[in-house]
């Protein structure tokens, strides 16, 4: 290198350095306006949260406990009329948290013998109860004690959520002194408090309801889910509260809801990550003037489990729309493959690949990497006869790129904000949807700040 | 809202605006300044290549065919001496690449038969000749037949690995007309220019070798890899050629490697991501002056083995240190668990997850999600027996924080470049080490931009 070389390099040295200490000064003076201003909000957040119908039977209430957030409401109380039934699935997760086991624990006591009495549901953000140790159950059994007073309802009537901080004890007596004035403001109108009150990383609360005919008897379903961040395909709801009007027996309501949970909750991820607090939880009230759904067999329940299933699924797709940092929402369709579980592995290989994710983030038609996706997944697939398409773009075919297609046509599809992508894998007719969001700078920058 | 607060409000969002605009000019700015300098290095980059040894019987040359890069070198050819064995291992990728099915199947016919003629390998960097239907697989033999005649071997006696773009035709004759210049420059000194020549976005060659003595005879091992995005475990290797003069069976060469690529290879991770073209190969020539190594009883063979894992765990750590944005390493060592097998799951679980990645990214000694991912990689964890420490700092122990333990201790230990993370999940006596990078802005530029 000659002498004027090196001192042209030096003086570029000396510019960057004081480049990037105007652009760090700048990121800050921008990131402390916004915060001044207001959190930001997933692009895909709706305008207003839906007007969710009162379900006979179920009375709800929120307030501002301090669990762990200043200024915002943290906990919510749910009554189920007496003779309510209640329904769940929970995290896979071995580390999973104190209210998890609780909640498993009541659900089969409860399916054991028919239930006369009132059902509640407590739930608290902030902090998740997880991972402290005896702590934890000593937690859930406070608030269950007080829960059950004030409700009066034995404890064990009781089910238990909680989502935040890992590792943190439970301050339960902040849950439990609000539990007896909850108790006094409990109203069929509380389900929007109810979804604002369990959020936590959430940018806007989810609700979504149907109301179906069953034979003549229109019945409701509805309900609230929350869900941003730690979302994986293992049970990926965080936590989500389902109500109905329905007379349906516990046997028939538990297994029409896990029949379900994979299409729906299971065939989403945002990151891959499992937490140790999802919780689903359908508690049908019977007060609907219906005879009893009482068996697997019976017509009616046809309906009502695409009914539910139209309810899941429209909260599973919320919380992949406020995804951490999502600016892309894409719905990955996978067909010709061995079973519909292959089907969905290879389409969640597809939506948890950091490759894929980012590629989608960068507007970057790079189909190259879904194919890597489905090497990697596990499953058969035929590369010869693989075909790839962006919405009604046929990009590759019998394992190549296709012949009508440019890498100009892709790189305008992938503008769009909402992406629908198939794959056909060439071996069966095995056939499933999955849904995910991009993986962006805003993910990194949520969750290299926000202690969870 | 009052009209004073509202006007306050849109004059702020006529500042952020601005701000923002000023923001990317200024990025735009540094970007072009960066790009105009050099490619940004790893901060764990080694100062420089290692002086590797020369192994008898072994030459290389390399050269610029400018398959897709100008300005580089992108071709390397390899000569190992009449009688050579080949060992190898490759990806499992159901969309594996036509240099990979090429490797395998010539692998197999001349593991069937003893070989008394020289071995080749071509590498070329830029295009991963992979999905490209039937060109694929033409590419690949015009590519050997034209290597055969410039070394003098049967064309089924050279392997080939392609690495780079995936979805584009290889243009094969770009690499095939440089093949005779090369045969005529191969040298025993050559694995430093072969080194640079199969990089992609490496942003360091990477180089390892040791000396061992086998009852008297000193025995080299020496090779290079390159590997930087797409890293994952199975198979993690992008590309990895290693060589040695030892005289030792195909048979027994292919058996020490298989056993050892679990613990080197297969225990890295960069973004969980698998190639389609992974590929280790290792030549053996048989030039050090010793009786062959014929059976898996060999007394000699412990040695060997432990040369050679030496050198494979030094290279897979290599291709870490130059994951793609890293800006911190990590080794994740877990213990208590079922088998080594279930350890290795566990610890790749934690070294795959983006919350995990970004808390270090984030210098966020953020252990809640440790068991968090702990719990969702489906081996057996005993939640109240877990325990946790960063380097010699005690974090959790018995499923809750340890008493000892601070907040202050363990953001001070973030702060380092190289973390040790250990995890005792409290069921068994399992037992392996990971290694993996944390998840940063940068990843995110370069796979948002970089078409692979």
Same mark, same amino acid.
């Given at each position: 290198?000659?002498?004027?070389? @090196?001192?042209?390099?030096?003086?570029?040295?000396?510019?960057?350095?004081?480049?990037?200490?105007?652009?760090? &000064?700048?990121?800050?003076?921008?990131?402390?306006?916004?915060?001044?201003?207001?959190?930001?909000?997933?692009?895909?957040? $709706?305008?207003?949260?839906?007007?969710?119908?009162?379900?006979?039977?179920?009375?709800?209430?929120?307030?501002?406990?301090?669990?762990?957030?200043?200024?915002?409401?943290?906990?919510?109380?749910?009554?189920?009329?007496?003779?309510?039934?209640?329904?769940?699935? =929970?995290?896979?997760?071995?580390?999973?948290?104190?209210?998890?086991?609780?909640?498993?624990?009541?659900?089969?006591?409860?399916?054991?013998?028919?239930?006369?009495?009132?059902?509640?549901?407590?739930?608290?953000?902030?902090?998740?109860?997880? =991972?402290?140790?005896?702590?934890?159950?000593?937690?859930?059994?406070?608030?269950? &004690?007080?829960?059950?007073?004030?409700?009066?309802?034995?404890?064990? !009537?009781? =089910?238990?959520?909680?989502?935040?901080?890992?590792?943190?004890?439970?301050?339960?007596?902040?849950?439990?002194?609000?539990?007896?004035?909850?108790?006094?403001? *409990?109203?069929?109108?509380?389900?929007?408090?109810?979804? &604002?009150?369990?959020?936590?990383?959430?940018?806007?609360?989810?609700?979504?309801?149907?109301?179906?005919?069953?034979?003549?008897?229109?019945?409701?379903?509805?309900?609230?889910?929350?869900?941003?961040?730690?979302?994986?395909?293992?049970?990926?709801?965080?936590?989500?509260?389902?109500?109905?009007?329905?007379?349906?027996?516990?046997?028939?309501?538990?297994?029409? *809801?896990?029949?379900?949970?994979?299409?729906?909750?299971?065939?989403?991820?945002?990151?891959?990550?499992?937490?140790?607090?999802?919780? *689903?939880?359908?508690?049908?009230?019977?007060?609907?003037?219906?005879? $009893?759904?009482?068996?697997?067999?019976?017509?009616?329940?046809?309906?009502?489990?695409?009914?539910?299933?139209?309810?899941?699924?429209?909260?599973?797709?919320?919380?992949?729309?406020?995804?951490?940092?999502?600016?892309?929402?894409?719905?990955?369709?996978?067909?010709?493959?061995?079973?519909?579980?292959?089907?969905?592995?290879?389409?969640?290989?597809?939506?948890?690949?950091?490759?894929?994710?980012?590629?989608?983030?960068?507007?970057?038609?790079?189909?190259?990497?879904?194919?890597?996706?489905?090497?990697?997944?596990?499953?058969?697939?035929?590369?010869?006869?693989?075909?790839?398409?962006?919405?009604?773009?046929?990009?590759?075919?019998?394992?190549?790129?296709? $012949? @009508?297609?440019?890498?100009?046509?892709?790189?305008?599809?992938?503008?769009?904000?909402?992406?629908?992508?198939?794959?056909?894998?060439?071996?069966?007719?095995?056939?499933?949807?999955?849904?995910?969001?991009?993986?962006?700078?805003?993910?990194?920058?949520? !969750?290299?700040?926000?202690?969870?």
């Amino acid at each position: 290198m000659d002498k004027g070389k @090196s001192e042209d390099r030096a003086a570029k040295i000396k510019q960057l350095a004081a480049m990037k200490r105007r652009q760090a &000064k700048l990121a800050a003076e921008i990131a402390a306006l916004e915060a001044e201003m207001a959190p930001p909000i997933s692009p895909f957040a $709706p305008d207003m949260f839906p007007d969710l119908p009162s379900v006979d039977g179920l009375l709800l209430a929120s307030a501002a406990a301090g669990v762990r957030y200043k200024g915002r409401s943290d906990v919510m109380l749910a009554e189920l009329a007496a003779g309510s039934v209640m329904a769940g699935t =929970f995290t896979r997760s071995a580390t999973r948290a104190a209210p998890v086991l609780w909640c498993e624990e009541r659900l089969a006591a409860l399916a054991a013998k028919p239930n006369r009495r009132k059902l509640g549901i407590v739930v608290n953000s902030g902090n998740a109860n997880a =991972f402290t140790g005896r702590h934890g159950a000593d937690a859930v059994e406070a608030v269950m &004690k007080a829960a059950g007073k004030a409700l009066g309802t034995p404890k064990g !009537n009781v =089910f238990m959520a909680s989502t935040g901080v890992i590792g943190e004890p439970l301050p339960s007596e902040k849950v439990t002194r609000k539990l007896e004035a909850l108790a006094k403001k *409990l109203s069929p109108k509380g389900q929007k408090g109810a979804a &604002k009150a369990i959020m936590t990383t959430d940018t806007f609360p989810k609700g979504a309801s149907t109301v179906t005919d069953l034979d003549g008897v229109p019945v409701t379903i509805s309900g609230f889910a929350k869900g941003s961040g730690m979302i994986a395909p293992d049970m990926a709801t965080m936590l989500v509260f389902l109500f109905t009007d329905a007379k349906i027996d516990q046997g028939v309501l538990q297994d029409t *809801l896990a029949g379900l949970t994979d299409e729906t909750f299971n065939s989403i991820t945002v990151d891959s990550d499992t937490s140790t607090s999802d919780t *689903l939880l359908v508690g049908a009230t019977g007060k609907a003037k219906m005879a $009893p759904i009482a068996d697997r067999r019976d017509p009616r329940l046809r309906a009502f489990r695409a009914a539910l299933g139209d309810v899941m699924r429209d909260l599973a797709i919320q919380v992949v729309k406020d995804g951490e940092g999502a600016s892309k929402i894409v719905a990955i369709t996978v067909t010709g493959a061995k079973s519909s579980r292959a089907a969905r592995k290879i389409g969640l290989t597809i939506a948890n690949s950091p490759l894929v994710k980012t590629a989608i983030a960068g507007e970057d038609p790079n189909w190259g990497r879904i194919v890597m996706a489905v090497g990697k997944s596990g499953e058969a697939a035929d590369r010869d006869k693989l075909s790839i398409r962006f919405g009604k773009i046929q990009v590759a075919e019998e394992g190549w790129v296709s $012949p @009508s297609y440019s890498e100009e046509l892709g790189a305008a599809y992938m503008k769009r904000a909402e992406l629908d992508i198939g794959v056909d894998v060439g071996v069966g007719a095995g056939r499933a949807t999955v849904w995910t969001c991009d993986l962006t700078h805003r993910y990194i920058e949520i !969750n290299a700040d926000y202690r969870s």
